[in-house]
């Protein structure tokens, strides 16, 4: 008889320990669904926040720009010929970098004509972009939001963290 209350015993704290472990598991779910969406939220609150700036900076200049679906803004100033440029070619590109205030922040004049292989280079994937909606000779006013540029991090440069893109381009040659 000792056995089996002994039995019955362990049994309910078995029980008991794995209710408790059930419990907790819910909490520790809830506590992390809780971060993510503080995250999101705060993710949300930065982008649009960006997006407004972005907004401002458009209308202050009173530019009429198309917006791509990941949100490269762009608009084409001089019109070049030719087709489209396609991955895999090599461009030389005239330019001017501003961020939001209008201070230049990188330029051709001071840092050389930019060249890259389009798909193919260490350039931010938003001005990779947008470069594939010019021709050979176009010039463009380009914006590209923080998360399709340098990001969080900036270049660890000249361009701080999660800084907007202004670029100036003008495409010299297409091979």
Request: aromatic share 6%.
């Amino acid at each position: 008889m000792k056995i089996i209350r002994a039995l019955i015993v362990l049994a309910v704290c078995g029980l008991l320990c794995s209710c408790q472990e059930a419990v907790q598991k819910p909490d520790q779910t809830s506590s992390e669904r809780q971060i993510r969406e503080s995250l999101e939220r705060a993710n949300r609150y930065m982008v649009n926040d960006e997006e407004e700036d972005i907004g401002n900076y458009v209308r202050r200049h009173q530019l009429e720009m198309t917006s791509t679906g990941t949100g490269v803004r762009y608009q084409i100033v001089e019109e070049g010929k030719g087709s489209l440029i396609q991955p895999g070619q090599k461009v030389t590109i005239d330019y001017v970098l501003y961020d939001l205030v209008g201070d230049v922040v990188y330029s051709s004049e001071k840092d050389g004509l930019m060249e890259f292989v389009v798909s193919r280079s260490e350039v931010p994937s938003g001005l990779d972009e947008a470069v594939r909606l010019l021709r050979e000779g176009d010039g463009a006013w380009v914006i590209v939001p923080s998360h399709l540029g340098y990001g969080i991090l900036g270049d660890q440069n000249r361009v701080p963290s999660r800084a907007t893109l202004i670029y100036y381009l003008k495409i010299e040659k297409v091979e």
